[in-house]
Structures are given as C-alpha cells and as structure tokens.
C-alpha cells in the first residue's frame, strides 16, 4: 500500500506542476511533507508517475489516494471522503493573500479578462469548480415563439421544495451561533466541512469594493453557465433589491464590463434559494432573455434619453438603455412603484393584509460598450401571492408543470436557462422507453406501476396524442422539445402581466404612473 501512495502522490505532484499550482523548486519540500501526512517513509527511490498525467486531474488524484489510505490516517485528515480529498489538494495551494496579489499581478500587467482567466483556470484546477460533477449534465436548447430556451438538467444538486426555500429567513434567528452561517458565508474559505455544510479548504476568494463596500468574488462550484461567478457581501445580511443594490451592480461592471450581472428577487417564491446572504450572480455569458425580441416601446417625458422597451418575454421584462445616471433614477422610480402598485383584475397585490411585501423585482445589469457610458439593464417585475389554488404561488410554476419543475424561478431561470432537477434523466431514459411501445394504453398502465413516473401520467398521454409514431431515431429529440416547452410554460406562469391584451394594457397603466 505504500508503494502505491508514494505513486499517487509523486502523479499528484506532478500534475500540480503542470498546472502551475506549484514550482518544479518545491518537489522535495512537499514529497517529504505528504510522507509525514500521510504516514509512509520515503526511500531515494521514487515510483514513476503516470505517463498519461496529462489526463487525469487533481481530484481524480487526490480521490485515488482517499482508496489507498488506512483508517488511522483517514482520522488523522478528516471524517469524510469529501473533507479528505479536499485537504489533500489545499496542502498545494497558497495562502488567500498569496492567490489575491498574483490576481493583481496579472490585472495591472494585462487586464481584468486576464486575470479572471487565470483565477477561473485555478479554481477548475484545484477542483472548486466541480468540472467532473458539471460534465455529467444534459443540456440542449428548445426553441419557442421567446427564442432558443435552454434546459440543464442538473445531475450534481437535489431538488429543492420551494415551501422549505420559505422558511430561510425564519431560520436564520436559529442558526445565528453556527459556523459558518451559511453556504455563502466569507467564513467558508478554507473551511473544513462538517455533516451540514461541504469542505471549502480549497476555497479561495477575491476582495471586491462595490460602491465603497467590502464585498468578495468567488466562482460557483457549480457552474451553471461559463463562468457562473457569485458576488458576495462580507456581512450576513438580507438581500435587498433597492437604488443601494443597483449601485453595486452599476460599480461591478465598471470594473468587470465583459461581465453581466443580475440578483434574485428578495423575497420567497419568486427569490432564489439562499434569501439570507446579499449576493449577485454574474459571468460572461449571454442568456436567452437579451436575445428576445421587443413587444413595444414606451416613452417617458421624465427620461426622454432613456430607451425603454417591453419585451416579448413570459416573464414581464423592462429593457431600459442609457447612462448610469438616468438608468439609477428610473430604476429607483420603477421599484418604489412597483412594491405599491395594485391590479387585482390580474391578481397583483403589492402586499398581505399585514403589510408583508409581495412585489419584488429582479434586476439584471450588461455594461454595452467599455469606452463609453451606456448600459442595458433589465427589470423583470414579480409577485410571490399564493392561494389556494396556487399554495406554492399564484406567479409560480403550477402543479400540472411540477412533474417537470416545482422549484423557484430564480434569477438564472428567469433569463431564460431552465435548471431542472437531477431525477429527470432517469424518468425521461423510461419515457422514452414507454413511448417506443406505441401503444399509449400498454404506456399508461406500466407508467401507473412506478411510483417515479405516475405524475407523468397526462403528459404521456398528451404526447401520444401529439405524435403518431415514436422511434429511436425521434424519441429523445421530441422529449427534449417538449422538455424546452414545459420549460416555456413554466415562464408563462410566473408572468404578472400575461402577453395578452389585458396584460398589455395592465402593462401600460403601469408604466404611466412612471410620469405621473
């Protein structure tokens, strides 16, 4: 056994090299000091590395020598895989500081894209980024009267109730004395991991100054888009969609202006998962929403150099272009409206008899040119009432779509890329066998048998009354349009205003008060 962890470390440290995670000079110095982690004894005979290391990366590694290690210095590391393999990959990575001024380094010598590439290159590397998680995905894209929608099936995250997503901030006063307080947590960076939270010692974060604040810029592990990073506040606080939020946002892409920016909406429902922790999501990556087309246009006697457009988008999306300053004033002036703004022909209730808020707004930020003063932001306006008919929420995906998606449309959904859960895959592989029976009566009574597949009962049958006949050569492409559909759908539901002559009109009447 000890032949083979010397192996798998001299593969492991050679692969680190290679990376650039550590210098040729700094062999000796860890070859000795994973000997003593590790428990073996070294002889001036070192086993040969693999000769194809160029495939294989450091997770790979480090979870080959969590197989090879005994109980005793399984102890000594940690109490899980995950903890495990972890620490080994930290022992070769510097310091937060040491990471933080090499990303200056190459900012100052050759631009911010430069040093994101770097630090985005360095977070795969050393397996913060889940890239072997990432690749098990599905993706395709379904195109609708919005666009190409694009569908992820997410195969590395549980599905989340969004009754439970409720409840966050009443938990909050409960977890107050844990740490770190929350998955986003600054306090997460070299943090070792417990039964409740994931190791995060090869975490590690970059310092950000938003409109004078202190904030820090980490990738996600999870990436659901390229370079899905999430701007987090050194404070555990509450999200708050306000002028103060846009000013971040407007002072992040200053600074980062090939990035795109957005936030979750701040309250339940129609928020994200993580309501708890001030964040921003953003990345460089153009999403399905900034590729719709305009449904109208509205002019404002107050922004006269503002364009404002609506869009023909399932949710109700305002596209205001123009320049910093005006973009702060009509954005403040549309959320301070929009929180109080009443239409109960459409079910829009700015609050509970109790005064509990139920408008909220997610706001989306692209700086358009560099050189120049000039940005795009949207403002997708949402409303989180329930009833009893829609007890996850009236604006929310309807029971008859849960089959497909039940959670919340967050901020990445929202523009247009679906993040469906993980159990799909399986149900989908068996619809498709289902489908191949042509015979929807046989279909229909097997899927009443599975206990996984019986809420997908009416979709079954509605398929085998859209199409005549299903082969191999079709079956998995029609599954994804319809997919792409249900996905579409979804959208449709959480829409205040419906891209329908009454929602139009509702629409409008809305955008008046803006002059008012």
Not at 281 to 299: C, D, I, M, W
Not at 308 to 334: F, H, M, R
Not at 336 to 356: D, R
Request: glycine share 4%.
């Amino acid at each position: 056994m000890t032949d083979k962890l010397i192996y798998l470390t001299e593969t492991l440290l050679t692969k680190a090299i290679t990376v650039g995670l550590i210098e040729p000079r700094d062999l000796t110095y860890f070859r000795n000091h994973y000997a003593q982690l590790f428990g073996y004894e070294l002889t001036n005979s070192i086993t040969q590395t693999n000769p194809k290391l160029a495939q294989i990366n450091l997770a790979d590694i480090a979870s080959q020598i969590y197989l090879a290690l005994d109980g005793n210095q399984i102890t000594s590391l940690g109490n899980a895989k995950e903890q495990i393999e972890t620490r080994i990959i930290d022992e070769l990575m510097p310091r937060p500081s040491t990471i933080e001024a090499k990303f200056r380094q190459i900012e100052q010598a050759q631009g911010i894209e430069a040093a994101l590439d770097w630090y985005y290159l360095l977070s795969q590397n050393t397996n913060y980024i889940k890239t072997a998680d990432i690749a098990k995905n599905q993706s395709w894209s379904t195109e609708t009267e919005y666009g190409n929608l694009e569908i992820t099936i997410n195969l590395s995250k549980p599905e989340k109730d969004p009754l439970e997503i409720a409840k966050l901030k009443s938990l909050q006063k409960k977890t107050t004395g844990s740490y770190p307080q929350c998955l986003l947590c600054i306090e997460n960076e070299g943090y070792s991991g417990d039964l409740n939270k994931p190791a995060r010692q090869n975490h590690r974060m970059l310092q950000l100054n938003l409109d004078n604040n202190a904030w820090y810029f980490q990738y996600s592990p999870y990436l659901y888009y390229p370079e899905h990073s999430i701007v987090i506040n050194q404070q555990h606080r509450d999200m708050q969609i306000n002028q103060q939020a846009l000013k971040n946002m407007f002072s992040f892409v200053e600074q980062i202006p090939h990035y795109l920016i957005g936030s979750n909406s701040d309250i339940p429902i129609v928020g994200g998962s993580i309501l708890n922790h001030d964040h921003y999501q953003a990345g460089n990556y153009v999403f399905p929403l900034e590729k719709t087309s305009v449904r109208f246009s509205h002019s404002l006697a107050k922004f006269s150099d503002i364009t404002l457009n609506y869009l023909n988008w399932p949710l109700s999306t305002l596209q205001l272009i123009g320049c910093k300053s005006d973009l702060l004033q009509l954005a403040e002036l549309v959320i301070q409206k929009w929180y109080t703004y009443k239409n109960p022909k459409l079910g829009i209730i700015s609050a509970s008899e109790q005064g509990v808020r139920h408008n909220a707004i997610t706001p989306i930020l692209r700086k358009l040119s560099a050189s120049n003063d000039s940005y795009c932001l949207y403002l997708i306006l949402r409303n989180n009432r329930t009833s009893d008919e829609h007890p996850e929420g009236i604006f929310h995906p309807h029971r008859e779509l849960h089959h497909i998606k039940k959670e919340n449309i967050g901020l990445i959904e929202a523009m247009g890329l679906a993040i469906l859960p993980g159990r799909l895959a399986a149900e989908l592989k068996e619809i498709e066998n289902l489908l191949l029976l042509n015979d929807a009566d046989s279909a229909v009574t097997s899927l009443l048998f599975d206990d996984r597949l019986v809420k997908h009962e009416e979709w079954l049958k509605a398929l085998y009354m859209k199409y005549p006949l299903f082969s191999p050569n079709n079956v998995q492409q029609i599954l994804q349009i319809e997919v792409g559909l249900k996905f579409s759908q979804v959208l449709e539901n959480c829409g205040v205003f419906k891209l329908c002559s009454s929602g139009d009109s509702g629409l409008r009447e809305f955008l008046s008060n803006l002059d008012s």
